[in-house]
């Protein structure tokens, strides 16, 4: 009992010098200390909300995702909408946005919302590596999703409301830089989940079951300017 004593007193003053000196929190597995990295793409934007649901604004139409708000100095010289694409098998569902100039020209450029909405994902897929897809209020009361892929960064969360024009992330080259840069942009016209993809085991949907889903993003923008 005495022995027992002796060692708990002992065992209580080295802890208090421990707490003393600091020097506790090191012997802690996970201290909850920050590590002090590079911050990530999603550091600085807001939480995605907890309580209820936020008040999306409604577009008031839409711009070209890169580019100035016409798309200045871009253009889809990748796949376009419903070119075949060889790659993956499947009607092409979006628009491959490239700079015009050198290849390499995109890479890391800035990425913008192409009009008001709320961030309903914004992550990593293996396939088309950062992804960020924005859903849209229209006044005529359709809701449509904006998704943007290959992302190098991402600057949204879920959950974030973003206005027309806001970056929301940078040109990338999809996972582990697999593509040479561009964006891929989808204009979907009825939900579908961020990795949706028009094939079902291995198939390719027929074109007229891919427009029921995806509109042609180009020709979308064009017919939703905003007012002058
Ligand atoms: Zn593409």
């Not at 009009?115 to 449509?144: C, K, W, Y």
């Amino acid at each position: 009992m005495r022995y027992h004593f002796q060692y708990c007193q002992a065992a209580a003053v080295i802890i208090t010098a421990l707490l003393l000196t600091g020097c506790v929190f090191s012997l802690l597995p996970d201290s909850g200390l920050p590590s002090g990295g590079e911050p990530g793409p999603d550091s600085g934007s807001a939480p995605p909300p907890s309580g209820p649901e936020l008040v999306v604004p409604l577009t008031d139409g839409f711009d070209f995702p890169v580019g100035d708000q016409n798309g200045k100095g871009w253009g889809v010289t990748g796949y376009g909408f419903l070119d075949w694409s060889s790659y993956s098998g499947t009607w092409h569902p979006g628009e491959d946005w490239n700079m015009y100039g050198s290849p390499l020209a995109d890479w890391g450029q800035p990425v913008y919302s192409v009009a008001h909405g709320i961030v309903r994902f914004s992550g990593f897929n293996t396939a088309q590596g950062n992804i960020v897809m924005i859903e849209h209020h229209l006044p005529d009361g359709r809701t449509v999703w904006s998704q943007y892929a290959h992302l190098e960064q991402r600057w949204v969360a879920e959950g974030e409301i973003v206005g027309r024009r806001q970056i929301i992330g940078t040109v990338g080259r999809g996972p582990n830089n697999r593509f040479s840069p561009h964006l891929h942009f989808e204009i979907k016209i009825k939900y579908l989940p961020q990795n949706g993809w028009p094939r079902t085991n291995g198939q390719a949907w027929p074109k007229a079951k891919v427009r029921e889903y995806w509109a042609h993003p180009s020709e979308f923008i064009k017919a939703h300017r905003p007012a002058k």
